[in-house]
C-alpha cells in the first residue's frame, strides 16, 4: 500500500512568489493534517481536514496560506505571497477514521524562501 | 513556555548502553502520548504509544504519569541504528487528533 505522498520534495522560490504545495493521502484515509517545522522549533500543527471540510485551522500562521481539499481526496496548501519566516519542511500526515488509528507522515516539502 | 517540553540533547552513548530521555507537557486535557523516531532529513515515524500502566516493545520502555505530567522513554542495549531524535507528542482530548510535538531528543549511538 502506497504511504503518504507530497510534491514537490524541495522548492526554493523568491519572496513575494506563490508556491503551491501538495499532499496525497493514504487511500481511504479521511482525515488529512498539515504541519510545519521551522529550523530550530519543533513541528507544529497547521490544520486538519476530515474529508473536504476543514476540521481546525488553528494553527495557520495568517491569511497568506490557504489550504485546500476538495474531493476529500488530495490537498494542497497554497503560501501567496511567500515570505522569508515560511521556509521550512512542510509535513503532511493522514489517519484513518478511528480516533486511535495511527497517523503517517509523508516524506514532507522542504520550501526556502530567498 | 512550550506544550511539550523536552531535553535537545544530543545524547551521545556506546552502543549497548541504556540510555532514557524524559519530556513534560503543560496540558492536562492532553489524552493520547506518543514517542515518534525521526531520522534526519525524514519524516516523523511512530516508535510507540504510551500508556498509564507503562508499556514494552522489545528494547523500548514507554511510561506515563499523568499526575506529574511526564512522559519517558528508556532504551536498553542501544543499537547504532537507533540514533535519531526521539519526538515526544501528545494529543488533546476532542481536538481531532491533532498532535503537538516536542523539539526532539538527538542520540547518537557510537561504536
Known amino acids: 500500500e502506497a504511504g503518504v505522498t507530497q510534491f514537490p520534495s524541495h522548492s526554493v522560490i523568491e519572496k513575494g512568489q506563490t508556491v503551491t504545495l501538495r499532499c496525497d493521502p493514504i487511500s481511504g484515509h479521511d482525515n488529512l493534517y498539515w504541519y510545519r517545522r521551522v529550523m530550530g522549533k519543533e513541528i507544529k500543527f497547521l490544520l486538519h481536514f476530515v474529508k473536504e471540510s476543514k476540521q481546525d485551522e488553528s494553527g495557520m500562521p495568517n491569511n497568506r496560506f490557504l489550504a485546500e481539499r476538495t474531493g476529500g481526496t488530495y490537498s494542497t496548501l497554497k503560501v501567496q505571497p511567500a515570505e522569508l519566516e515560511d521556509s521550512g519542511v512542510y509535513f503532511c500526515a493522514s489517519r484513518g477514521l478511528a480516533s486511535s488509528d495511527e497517523q503517517f507522515f509523508g516524506p514532507g516539502t522542504r520550501l526556502t524562501v530567498l | 513556555r512550550k506544550e511539550v517540553e523536552q531535553d535537545p540533547g544530543p545524547f551521545n552513548v556506546p552502543e549497548g548502553a541504556t540510555v532514557a530521555f524524559n519530556c513534560t507537557y503543560s496540558n492536562s486535557a492532553s489524552q493520547s502520548f506518543f514517542w515518534y523516531r525521526q531520522d534526519c532529513r525524514k519524516e516523523p515515524k511512530l516508535l510507540m504509544s504510551v500508556y498509564s500502566s507503562g508499556n514494552e516493545d522489545g528494547r523500548f520502555t514507554a511510561q506515563l504519569n499523568r499526575a506529574s505530567q511526564y512522559i519517558s522513554l528508556l532504551i536498553r542495549d542501544s543499537k547504532l541504528s537507533d540514533s535519531a531524535t526521539y519526538l515526544c507528542?501528545?494529543?488533546?482530548?476532542?481536538?481531532?487528533?491533532?498532535?503537538?510535538f516536542g523539539q526532539g531528543t538527538e542520540l547518537s549511538v557510537k561504536p
Open positions: 507528542v501528545v494529543s488533546p482530548y476532542n481536538q481531532g487528533g491533532k498532535l503537538i
